[in-house]
């Protein structure tokens, strides 16, 4: 009875009834209405309206807008928190809660189970490739389940941002919490529609066969199954998710820190995640148009992209690659959003573990601000075989080659500042050079795919996708492990196993050079992307088994991550209070931190990576009045 | 510390590991055969990327790998490393250094590309049109008035489905300009035969164009490379290039394969990419 209880009272259950009512809501509704009318049903129109109307009820009942409704008809709701009563305190994790530190670990969460959802995806479709020929996927599902690991990873590592940038960043800078908590909580409950509506789409409806890019007319095209609708609704709500975080962080960036920290003191993650945020901002809502004009197009028939288009009022015939850019000008800068924060860990921990204040902090700090600067003017680099006007391909290949300089100054300015240091091998630091060595291979990958007359050959060729696992591994994947091992005693107040720790990672890394080098090396060979059987005619047998055996072994690695936090939260290995000799505020105090962070606050009166200066500190609690 | 010494030893040492690191790469990623004019002047590129790409990476491995050995923390020692910020001669360096390589890269990459793209009409160049559906090929010859003859697959690895068999080949005659003139009837496709280096999708409702000159006589594969739905990877063709008397008399006058000479019949020709590795 008892759990029967608890059960009902947790947000994420009635998360999900609320997107099953929703669902039979729009599908009743479309129905009615279409029977009222007497017009054939249409499973297209009952899907959209179905999906919509499911996600409006997940956000319903999962009480994510109780407050904001109230506030609607008069009614003053003070804001929630503490430990929710009469229940046990693990059930708030699974409800909406406003504090940003369990958002942060809600984000975290939900990012690896979608990781792991992800990686099963791929390691099924990895089999398929080992061998050449039909081994027991048809291609259908195989285009299915690749396109579904493309967006489903991807919806991973926006979580995982979230996870990084909403735990960490009022942390750093001694906010008691995010500027908006309720808006905080909405960016993470619509982020669980979005995600189910994708992972819908591979069920319902013959799944789809676009990939993540979504490229019509393949997926508007009279027979494209209806899988591809739910992907691109999917994908569409994701986007307030972004854009919502994104100004949440902005203001809290803006406004509630610290007494003394300046510009040029805040930590170098959250300089990251400002220029995280500025893209997520401004760059989501063209990525939402083309999702809606696609949307628009299988429903209503409009035809936006569609060369056959004619209405006989003299509208003029949609243009497919329009939808690219609009697509690519999210979806370039998006990779940074993946990135940037995971190379802001990279600076933020390199010093702690090298004893060194962080080379050229400055440096580092606008080289952030560069690339997501950059980044929005060479989305077009995507498209230099697509047919796209030629005046375009000279400017896109000239400014997608400067986006190399302010990824250089990172790179020497990690070397920078372990010379000179006195670096130990942690799990987290061991995490750290994994990213840097596999970020290496990504970025040093790029230039290639930049000039358009090599990229004639690489494009759409397996090189792209060992050079995008690459910088999204060693951009995101390595960086988050790092920070999770690193912030662990902080979070849970228990040390994880270091024993663990080193045997992920030795696993993990070698295991990914080896895959994304074999990628690469059967792309160059010859072979295509988003291919379901290759010729072995290409010579490209044998790396392909490796490149199998490779994804196998960093599937097992994260297993052993998982193991290990799991394990380690329940031993008696207690935290010290700062493990890792940190100068950040959030190291100064015990772990884990109270609700509202730090029972006094701080003020800034130091660098924040004065390693090497004897006696200095980067805070210190702002003396009472009666002091 | 002595810095100096220490970044004389490990620039030393990037020399030869940027030798050895070409070389793994030239070795394991080796280009596909020279089927063609433009990837002749491509692999130009391709090789000075991968003396790049050596480079730097040896300069960041070695600087990187040096510096955690020497710089690691002994047994016993719990203090802190040197109090070093930043070095902003050295930032300029590495901001401006990596600029004139960028623009290098670039201009030379504009200039390659007017090369490959050069849409003036040259002497003896050929127009073929190209129409990709879903989920094959098919090649005309507009100035000829005739369409590719039809064959055996002889190349393309067998499938059970019978809408798959793509049994037109691509027959170009070695060592004139071709001019592609390409439609698609329904979604996007790209055409590439690696061998050839140059890639361009196909896109319903316009024309592309993709211009290259084959130079060695064989049977080369064709595959789309953009995303097509089911059978994208099976959408494949043979290209044959041929020398041009064999072109006369399989294209022009459509003699049917076992009337031609014996040097035309494919089986006679190098199979690429069999003999690329
Ligand atoms: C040195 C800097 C980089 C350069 C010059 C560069 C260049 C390129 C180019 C030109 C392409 C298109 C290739 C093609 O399809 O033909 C590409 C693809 C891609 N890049 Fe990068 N890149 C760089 C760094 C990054 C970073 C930091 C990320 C972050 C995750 C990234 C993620 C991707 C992804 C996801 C794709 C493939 C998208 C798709 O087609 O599905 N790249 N890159
Ligand atoms: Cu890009
Ligand atoms: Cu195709």
Known sequence: ?627 | MNYKRHLVIASALVVPVTVIAYFLIAISYKLPFQGSAEAVKIDVMMQAHFVLIAFLFSLVAVLMLYGLVVFRRREGDDGDGDHIHGNTTLEILWTVVPLILVIGFGIWGVNLLNELTDAEAKPNQLLVHVQGQRWSWNFSYPELGVNAPANERAMVREVDDPNDSNNIDLILPVNRPIVLEMVSIDVLHSFWVPEFRVKQDLVPGQTTYLRFTPTAVGNYKLGCAEICGGRHAYMMATVRVVSEACFDQLVVQQLPLAEADASCQYEAMPNYPDSAK
Request: hydrophobic share 50%.
């Open chain 1, 1 to 627: 009875m008892r759990q029967l209880r608890i059960l009902f009272s947790l947000g994420i259950v009635w998360a999900l009834i609320g997107q099953a009512a929703g669902a039979a809501a729009g599908l009743f509704l479309v129905r009615a209405i279409r029977a009222a009318a007497n017009l054939p049903p249409s499973a297209e129109a009952e899907l959209v309206i179905a999906a919509m109307f499911s996600v409006f009820g997940s956000l319903l009942f999962s009480g994510v807008l109780t407050d904001w409704l109230k506030w609607c008809v008069g009614i003053e709701t003070p804001l929630r928190h503490g430990d929710p009563d009469g229940l046990p305190a693990w059930t708030r994790y699974f409800s909406v809660d406003y504090n940003h530190k369990v958002i942060g670990i809600q984000y975290g969460v939900t990012s690896i189970i979608v990781l792991l959802v992800g990686g099963i995806l791929a390691i099924i479709f990895r089999l398929e490739l080992s061998w050449p020929g039909e081994q027991f996927l048809t291609p259908e599902s195989y285009n299915t389940i690749f396109s579904a690991h493309g967006i489903i990873m991807i919806a991973s590592i926006l979580l995982g941002v979230g996870a990084m940038v909403n735990y960490l960043v009022p942390m750093m800078i001694g906010a008691s919490d995010m500027a908006f908590p309720r808006l905080n909580a909405f960016s993470y409950w619509i982020a669980i529609p979005s995600a189910i509506l994708i992972m819908a789409g591979m069920v319902i409806g013959d799944g789809w066969e676009t990939g993540w890019v979504g490229y019509p007319p393949l997926s508007t095209i009279d027979g494209s199954p209806l899988g591809t609708q739910l992907f691109i609704l999917g994908f569409y709500f994701n986007g307030f998710s972004s854009i919502a975080g994104a100004i949440n962080l902005l203001v809290t960036v803006m406004i509630m820190r610290a007494k003394g920290m300046s510009l040029w003191r805040m930590p170098i993650f959250v300089w990251a995640a400002i220029a995280t945020s500025l893209i997520q901002f401004t760059a989501t809502q063209t990525v939402g148009a083309a999702q809606l004009m696609v949307t628009t197009q299988r429903v209503l028939k409009l035809g936006f992209f569609d060369p056959t288009f004619s209405n006989g009022l003299g509208w003029p015939a949609g243009d497919p690659i329009l939808y690219q850019h609009l697509f690519w000008f999210y979806s370039h800068p998006v990779v940074y959003v993946f990135v940037l924060p995971g190379l802001g860990i990279i600076s933020e921990l390199l010093p702690v573990y090298s004893r060194k204040p962080l080379f050229g902090y400055k440096w580092v700090a606008l080289s952030s601000l560069g690339i997501a600067l950059v980044g929005f003017l060479v989305w077009a680099h995507h498209m230099f075989t697509s047919g796209m006007a030629d005046v375009l391909r000279i400017p896109f290949m000239l400014a997608t080659l400067l986006v190399a300089i302010p990824t250089g100054v990172k790179f020497f300015s990690w070397v920078g500042t372990i010379w000179g240091g006195k670096v130990t091998f942690e799990t987290p630091m061991l995490f750290v050079l994994g990213a840097i060595s596999v970020f290496l291979i990504g970025g040093l990958t790029g230039p290639i795919l930049g000039t358009i007359p090599t990229d004639l050959h690489l494009h759409d060729s397996y090189w792209v996708v060992g050079h995008f696992h690459a910088t999204m591994f060693g951009g995101f994947v390595f960086p988050f492990f790092a920070a999770i091992y690193y912030w662990y005693p902080k979070i849970t107040g228990h040390m994880y196993n270091e024993r663990l720790g080193k045997i992920h990672f030795w696993l993990m890394t070698p295991g990914f050079w080896l895959m994304s080098l074999g990628q690469m090396q059967v792309g160059i060979w010859g072979m295509r992307r988003r291919i379901y059987d290759y010729d072995p005619a290409l010579g490209i047998e044998f790396t392909h088994a490796l490149i199998t055996l490779s994804a196998l072994i960093i599937g097992w690695s994260v297993l052993i991550m998982i193991y290990n936090l799991i394990t380690s939260s329940r031993t008696e290995r207690v935290a010290a209070i700062n493990p890792w000799g940190s100068r950040s505020p959030e190291w100064q105090v015990p772990s884990p931190l109270p609700e509202f962070n730090y029972y006094r606050p701080f003020e800034v009166v130091g660098e924040p990576y004065d390693y090497g200066v004897p006696g200095s500190v980067y805070v210190r609690d702002v003396p009472a009045a009666g002091d």
